[in-house]
């Protein structure tokens, strides 16, 4: 009962960082990947059937704060409140890129927009990186130790920028059809080594940037952080010999890493700022019910959406 | 300006933009979903082509709606931690159920039944819609029963300044709740119907080709309209009563009878002590537009319902136009019963427990009045944007695009192509 919360928030959020991932990665790389419109609307409906169900698992953080730990959703949200208001609004506007630049056929309205979403998501990408550097220094407010969790972001924020970038490619590699795929495989291949070299030294550096937990969350962290990078490192091997779902897992494991290392770091908070044990146990009712039927919704949508795209596949966004 | 009106005015600015959209929504999806229904059972392809019209501008509606709503999730931790302190063991929970029960339910299966068309079984795909607006109605129930809590909080004891839940079934059974959820969804009903009604009479001016589906749309929002009218007077005057005993000052401000807020105010005074607890006054205002619109709606509405007879709506002609130039009264009254709902409720956020001075985060105005402007410049912008979006495909009309069109159609690689 004790773990059930933090454990169930920390694979939420990382289970967020893998499935918008994806999104934010494809994002990041619709201008380079799509030459014309064909190639932008094969990456679009890559990620297209999923990216609403993929969003809604940081709803679902933000619902498991508001209801298990109504302080701590203060704390993090309150004490970074220019960066969680940032956030939110670049959430808002790569969310709006994507509905609303094939809505009209002309031209320059849809490069704005793609525009605004390779840049909005590079941004988002930045800004989980400064949330995820800033929380594994503590939870907030930051005021006494600003400058060691500012530094500490700035460096995730490279590192997530490059591993969103990675993942994505590595995705779109297994969806795009056949022949747009090679390139996004290439871009996977050059991206790899240097994102998994950078978090490998952002995992390490954890080493000196003090945390809450000392070294009881130390040693995991920077072991993990480097497992995530080797498994990063090795998702190129995957995809030369074709096997894309290896290569995707390989990646998500990276990309829920960060997530689960400031989760780490947090954990040993976490019991101060949790709700009553009446609160608890009526949303742990509702669990019981709730967290089968909506892992098997989303077993659904991915079972559904399986194949790769190709010129016979629905197009929305 | 300082942190507590800022906070305010943002909230209030965001939930606003965020109801206008959500509102259309809830209407919106009871029609598509019944025109999917009438056509999966009856096949004829007249209800395709109204599935597929009416369906594009529910989603393109739907953006703005969902993504307001990912930021009214995080509204209250930001800037009412207060709420959090004091009531976080009972609020959180009709917020978290919202999201986990609805939110995340609703927009996973709206992007399976996007992407589904003419892809997944007929049977199946009929059951997504009809899923993702079973899903919206639940994540309206669950912030109305969190809304219930602040309007006159229930199902919990005070140990210290902090509230524990001791009863849940308390809260769903709050005497705020069941009138004002019944009150909101007539006036989805009413918002989507008199939609419907409304660009199917556009249509019928601009002398349509498509004359069935506006002529059958024209007659579902006529039948649908006067319902959610009829049944927004009757659920808001039953709430009335339910004001009377729970929330006095509200009800004197509404109807300005300086004599009941004096009795209201001395009763105040008796329970928490000396202070102003009179809500502004100027709430009568849009209690009035709120008032006299619906039943404006509802007498236009029942004229227009009996002119679908030997089709004399469209014969006349000049009820084409009222119904046109109605559209947006919904809207109006929308937004104004909830000024009258939210701001009559000052100066208290949980009515008798938390006042709003204490409720809001201590947080520099600076800061706020950046996020406020943020906040207001985004949203507003993609709001306009999306009212935009909504007119032109109002405007075109019914076309077999957008839903179930494929890659190779809608674009052609790179080496076909020639611009």
């Keep these: ?317 | 300006m300082d942190n507590l009106l800022l906070s305010r005015l943002q909230f209030a600015t965001t939930t606003s933009i965020h109801f206008l959209f959500v509102t259309l929504t809830l209407g919106l999806v009871l029609f598509v979903a019944g025109m999917q229904t009438a056509y999966t059972i009856t096949g004829n392809p007249v209800y395709r082509r109204m599935t597929k019209f009416w369906g594009k501008i529910y989603v393109v509606n739907y953006a703005v709606g969902i993504v307001t709503g990912l930021v009214m999730e995080f509204q209250f931790g930001l800037n009412w931690s207060g709420l959090s302190k004091v009531t976080g063991n009972v609020f959180g929970v009709p917020l978290a159920l919202e999201t986990l029960i609805a939110f995340v339910a609703e927009a996973t299966f709206l992007g399976m039944w996007i992407f589904g068309w003419d892809r997944i079984r007929k049977g199946v795909h009929l059951a997504l819609i009809w899923l993702v607006a079973l899903t919206a109605y639940a994540s309206a129930f669950w912030i109305m029963v969190a809304n219930a809590f602040l309007q006159h909080p229930v199902g919990y004891e005070m140990r210290g300044d902090q509230a524990y839940l001791t009863d849940f079934g308390a809260l769903l059974a709050n005497s705020n709740l069941i009138d004002t959820l019944l009150h909101v969804i007539s006036a989805a009903v009413l918002a989507g119907g008199l939609f419907v009604a409304g660009i199917s009479a556009y249509h019928f001016i601009k002398r349509t080709q498509e004359v069935e589906v506006f002529r059958r749309s024209m007659r579902w929002g006529l039948i649908a309209a006067p319902i959610g009218a009829f049944s927004i007077i009757h659920w808001g005057f039953l709430q009335e009563v339910v004001i009377e005993q729970t929330q006095p000052a509200k009800l004197a401000q509404m109807y300005g009878e300086p004599e009941r807020m004096v009795a209201a105010q001395q009763a105040m005074e008796q329970q928490f002590g000396p202070g102003d607890w009179a809500p502004p006054g100027w709430i009568g205002v849009p209690y009035q537009i709120m008032m006299n619109s619906a039943f404006v709606m509802a007498l236009i509405l029942l004229v227009c319902l009996i002119l679908l007879f030997r089709n004399w709506v469209v014969r006349l002609r000049v009820p084409l136009y009222v119904l046109l130039i109605m559209v947006p009264l919904p809207f109006v009254a929308v937004i104004s019963g909830w000024l009258v709902r939210e701001v009559g409720r000052q100066p208290w956020t949980v009515y008798g427990l938390l006042t709003t001075d204490k409720a809001v985060s201590d947080l520099p105005a600076a800061v706020v009045l950046i996020s406020f402007v943020g906040f207001t410049l985004v949203l507003g912008t993609l709001a306009v944007v999306d009212y935009v979006l909504i007119a032109r495909f109002v405007r075109k009309g019914p076309d077999d695009e957008l839903f179930g069109s494929t890659l190779d159609q809608v674009a052609k690689p790179a080496s076909a192509h020639s611009f």
């Design chain 1, 1 to 317: 009962m004790d773990l059930l919360w933090p454990i169930l928030l920390g694979l939420l959020f990382a289970g967020y960082f893998v499935v918008d991932g994806f999104d934010i990665g494809a994002g990041l790389l619709l201008r380079r990947l799509g030459g014309g419109e064909y190639e932008r609307r094969a990456v679009l409906t890559s990620i297209g059937p999923f990216f609403l169900g993929n969003e809604v698992w940081l709803v679902a953080v933000g619902g498991v704060l508001a209801g298990a730990f109504p302080l701590m959703k203060d704390h993090l949200l309150g004490g970074l409140y220019l960066l969680i208001v940032a956030g939110l609004l670049i959430w808002v506007v790569r969310d709006a890129a994507i509905w609303f630049r094939s809505r009209r056929p002309s031209p320059r309205w849809r490069a704005g927009w793609d525009a605004m979403l390779g840049g909005s998501s590079g941004v988002f990408a930045v800004f989980w990186g400064l949330l995820v550097g800033a929380l594994l220094t503590g939870p907030p407010p930051l005021t006494d130790r600003w400058l060691v969790a500012g530094i500490n972001a700035a460096v995730w924020a490279v590192v997530m920028v490059l591993l969103f970038t990675t993942h994505g490619a590595v995705f779109l590699a297994a969806r795009l059809p056949a022949d747009l795929a090679a390139r996004a495989t290439a871009t996977a291949t050059r991206l790899s080594r240097p994102a998994a070299g950078l978090l490998a030294l952002a995992a390490l550096a954890q080493l000196v940037v003090p945390g809450p937990g000392g070294i009881a969350t130390t040693v995991p962290v920077v072991l993990l952080g480097l497992l995530a990078a080797a498994a990063l490192w090795s998702a190129p091997a995957a995809l030369a010999k074709s096997r894309y779902g290896s290569a995707v897992a390989l990646t998500s494991f990276a990309a829920a890493v960060p997530a689960v290392l400031a989760s780490l770091r947090l954990a040993g908070g976490l019991t101060d700022v949790t709700a009553d044990p009446a609160t608890l146990s009526v949303l742990s009712g509702f669990l019981v019910v709730l967290v089968p039927v909506l892992a098997a919704m989303q077993a659904w949508m991915w079972w559904t959406f399986r194949r790769r795209v190709h010129a016979g596949t629905v197009v929305f966004f």
